[in-house]
Structure formats: C-alpha cells, structure tokens
C-alpha cells in the first residue's frame, strides 16, 4: 500500500469515529439521557482518542505493521458501540424505532471484537507478525474463536442489550439451535482465555530470544502492564473504600485506554525508545514519595487526631506537613537508590559508571593497569560476565586488558571481534574495541549497548597512549635487536677478517726474525709480504670503521659520503645533494645508512635500473628521497622487511618522519623527512 493512500486511509477512519463520538453525545444530551450515558460517552472519548490516535499514527508511518491497523479498527469498534449505545437508548426513549433493532442486534456482538483484539496484539507485538512460523496457527484460532464467539451471540435467543425497562428480541436468534449457540459461546470464551495465554506466552519467549530495540520495545509494554495489574490490584482490594476505589479505577482506565497504546506506539515508533529504565525509575520514585506522603499525613493527622480530638486537625495538619518537608529529601535519596537497586539490581547506573571512569583512571599506576580498569568499569555498569578491551595491531586484535583478569581470553590475537563489541576510535582512526560477554541467557539491553559505547567514545585517547607505549617498547625491541645482530657481524667480520690477517702477520713477523740472521734476501721477501699484508689488514679494518661510523661521512659530510657509495652500487645512481651543509652526527648518520639501505634494496631485490638519491634542506627540516624504477611491491599484502623497519626505527627515534611508496611495476619511493640545524664547521 503506498504511503499517502495509507495515510488518508488511517486517518480518515480516526476521523469518522470522532465524528460518531460527537453525534453519540448529541444523543446522549436529550432530556432522558441519564448519567451513565455520559460516562460511556466520556470513556468511549477515552479508547478513541487512545486507540485510535495511536493506531492512526503507526498505520500512517507503519502501514506494513497490523498492529496500527488492528488499532484503528478497535477504535472504531469502541466508537460504533458508544454511538449504537446511545441511538438504541435515544429511540428507545422517544419511540423512534427505525434502525434501532438492527443497531441493538449490532452492539450485541460488536464488544467481542475488541476483547479479541487483546491477544492478537500480544502475538504480533512488535513488528506485526507472529514470533516464528509456529505461532502462526495461534493467529488463525484467535478468528476462529472470534468467529465462534460472534456466531453465539448471533443465534442466542437471549433478549437484546437495552434499557432496563425495555425488551428486544434478537431477531437472528434460532430455538432450536440454542444449544449449538451455547457451544459457541462456551468454547469461544474458554479458547478465548486459553488463546490470550498462549499469546502472553508467545510474548516471553519473544522476549527471552530478544535483544537491543526488540528487547527494548517489549519492555515499554511489560512496563505498562505491571502498572494496569498493580492498579487492578488495587481497585480489587478497596472496594469497601468507594472513593479510594474510584480514583484506582480511574487511573485503570486511562492505563488501559491511553498508556497501553502509548506505550506501544511509543516502542513501535522508537521515540525515547532507550529511555524506558529512566521512566520506570522515576515511577518508582514517584510512587514511594506518594506513598511516604500519604503514610505521613494519615498517621499523624488521622491516627493522632483521633486521640485528641477534631479540635487539632489544623495543628495537626502543619505537623505532618513539617515533618513531610524536613524527611522528604532523605526519603527522595532512599527512593531513588530503591529504584536503582530495582532496575539495575547491584550494578553501577549509568552515570556512576560515567561519572567514575576518569576517576579510575586517574588512579592508575601505569600505562597496564588502565585498560583492566576500563574493563572493570564497564563490567559494573552492566553486570557482564566479562569486558575485554582489544588493541588493533595491522588487521588483527590482541587482547590487552580484561575484567576479570583471569578471562581466558586475555593475550590472545584473534581476527574477528566477538559480539557484541564497540569500536574505539581517536581522530578517526580505529583503534581497538571493546567487547561485552553477558550471563549464559541474558543478552545486552539497548542501554547497556548505549553504556558501552560511551564508555568506548571516552577511551579512545587512553588506547591512542597504550598503542602508543607499545609501538615504543616493540621499536625499542627491535633496536636492540638490531644492534645486537651488527655487534655479531661486526664481531665475525672482525674474526674471520682483520683478526686472522693479524695473526697471519704475527707468525710471518717471527719467521722474519728468525731468518734476518741467516738469510738477507729472504728475509727482505718476507718485509716485504708483511708490509702488503699490513696494508690489506688496515683496508679491510677501515671497512669495518665505516660500518659503524664512515670516517667520509664525518669528514665531508653526506653528498660526498653519498656520492662515494653510488660509485660502488652495480647499478646507475645519481646523486643530487647540492646546497646541502653539515647537520648533527645523528641527523647525518640516519640518513646516511637509511639511503645505503634503500640502495641495497634497489640492488638485490626491485631489479631496478636506475635509482636516483636526492637530498634538500628546507626551513629546519632535511629531506632524503631514495627512489627506483624497480618492480615494485604492493604495501598492503606484503610486510615492511627487518631493513625496511629498521630505517622506519631510526628516523622515527630522533622525531623524523618516513614514508615508503611503491606499487607493483612502479618502482619504489623512500622518503623522509627530519628536523635538523644546519652546523658551521
């Protein structure tokens, strides 16, 4: 059905009972209308005005859901038996009998509609149909059961519903089939009552498997229901109390009238749809206020007065009123905390949970004590069974804090999050989350869900500092690393090389001596080896100097250092370092073994034939870019190698920043950028 067909359809039936409503009280305003007819007129305004308003609106915006149909109808229902009420008594009354049989014969039966309409809105509750495909016969039987009912009704052959003093016949009834119409209205009332069961049963399931707005919506009118069963209660218990009895079944009937509906246009529309643990709790502040009041001025002034005499009812009365003002703010302390216990039970509410969490943070230690206290927090915010807060590391997620902390998911990595879980982010970038375990057959309510993610939102700047505190720790890991593998090459390199040539000379040295004696030309042979190999042992030692430090480098600074080791790569190199002057030991040293790096990987795995070295000072920061025309990678399937990282770690420790571009068949581009003050030497 389109929308604006929908619309005038809804609408325009809400419009045609008002309309009957208002001709019921024409009717019901002639000299023979008595007081109870006006009390139908107001009620039915009542069911109307509640039904009707709201079905109109659910049908008008909702069209696919029956509910608001269902509503529209009823109130139509409740409009046609005021107005039928009211004409049969009107022409009853003045003698006017046209139409007034068969609108009697309608009013008889017309009542069962609406009572059927009860379970059928419990079984399609929320969303219009059944909870599942088995419930769908329960639907079926609630017509059946109707129809039956009406068909009693229609073939009884009991009088007509009518002012006392009258009598109609009903003009379908048939005698000899009394007894079938008995059956029907036998098993239509039982089966009635055993449906409306199944349809509340229908209901808890529906319940019990839900979760978030479902769960949510069915709660609004759990809400309004318990409310309805105290009120009926009450009206029960006070019967001997006309007044008190009065006043419960007035606030019974609009509960039924209006916050029934209310309430489920309210859950089916989602207007202040969370906000349903606030309403109950101030209901059940407002309830025990009320009943604090009232226990105060009736002990006092009844029961008291009673004692001394009508004479200090007025006395009296200013003593309760002292005592309700001086005891109403710790009763209102002690009624809320009733409701907080009553609706979250021994949990924190929400804004404890709140207001505490930058008060657990600012008790911690350490950077590892944070994210359990987050987890703790939210834990008792929302009586999970367990809370872990996940760091993002590349497209995994590692577990690095949980309440309790013996979770046994703590120090795990896995690839998918559990559900439900909320992401945590800072500046736009996602950062971790944190995902919330609850009891074995209790799933998270739309406001736990609403907690969570608050809690989350304010968590995001303490993840940004805990990932930040681990990418220090694994860099600083990996730098020692890598210090310890150049101390062991360094250290072979010294063995196998420099150090073997010396002992190589040690024993040609003693050979020389031994021989200086006995043979001169000799003697002369082996100098003369001594003094090569002595060369090629301080070539090979100033090798391994310029590992460490190049004495070029220190000496000339980095185009000519740079330039020396292009004319050593197999491959053509350019170098561009012009106007470039003399910066830090540090600054010069980073980006001298960064390019040399970059350049060895150019060499041996992008099969470049090119690579172009560029080096350029601007405003206190110095750029190096290293770039081939290689094959190239893809960044995002394959890792930064352990050489790659490790000019990732040296820029970035002395506050540089380094930027790898490459794509495969595009060659790759390294560059970097460090702050930097140009030196006079």
Sequence with gaps: MRRSTSFWLAWGSFVIDIALLVWSFVLATGAASGEKDFIVIYGGIGLVLGYGGVGALMASRRPGNAIGWLFCATATVFALSAFADEFVTRGLVTGSMAFVIPIAWLQSWLFVLALESIPLVLVLFPDGRPPSRRWRPLVWAIASLTVLAVLGFVLSPNELETPERFHLENPTAIEPLEPLADVFLTVGGIGSLVAALAALTALVLRFRRSSGDERQQIRWLAYVGIAALVLMVGTFATESNVVVNNVLFFLLFIVLAIGVPAAIGTAILKY???????????????????????????????????????????????????????????????????????????????????????????????????????????????????????LRVDDRFRAAGSWPSDAPTTATDVDRLPDPSF?????????????????????????????????????????????????????????????????KKLERNIHDGAQQQLVALRVKARLARQLAARDTAKTEEMLAQIEEDTQHALEDLRDLARGIYPPLLA???????????????????????????????????????CTLEALQNATKYAQASTVDVSLRQDDGVVEFTVADDGRGFDPGVTNLGTGLQGMVDRVEAIGGTIEIESATGAGTTVRGRIPATEMTR
Excluded: C
Excluded at 470 to 477: D, G, K, T
Excluded at 566 to 593: H, M, S
């Design 423 to 487: 992401e945590v982010r800072h500046l736009g970038e996602a950062l971790g989350a944190i995902s919330v375990t609850m009891p074995a057959n209790e799933r998270i309510t739309a406001a736990q869900e609403k907690l969570a993610a608050e809690v989350a939102a304010q968590a995001g700047l303490v993840l940004r500092n805990v990932r930040l505190v681990e990418e220090l720790r694994e860099s600083r890991r990996r730098i020692v690393a890598a210090q310890d593998d150049r101390a």
């Design 555 to 593: 000496d000339k600074g980095l185009p000519a250092a740079l330039a020396a080791q292009a004319r050593k790569v197999p491959i053509p190199t350019q170098v561009a370092a012009d106007g470039i002057g003399r910066f830090e030991p540090e600054v010069e040293a980073t980006i001298y073994f």
């Design 272 to 390: 202040g749809l969370y906000e349903i643990d606030l309403v109950i709790r101030r209901t059940i502040v407002y309830a025990a206020l009320a009943a604090f009041v009232t226990v105060v001025y009736v002990s006092i002034v009844v029961g008291v007065g009673a004692a001394v005499g009508s004479r200090g009812n007025t006395i009296l009365s200013a003593a309760a009123a002292a005592v309700v003002a001086l005891a109403f703010q710790p009763a209102r302390r002690r009624a809320q905390h009733l409701a907080n216990r009553l609706v979250f039970g021994k949990r924190a509410t929400p804004y404890e949970v709140l207001s505490t969490f930058s008060d657990r943070l600012a008790d911690a230690y350490s950077v590892d004590d944070v994210l359990p206290r987050i987890a703790r927090v939210l834990a008792e915010g929302t009586g999970a069974e367990e809370v872990t807060v996940w």
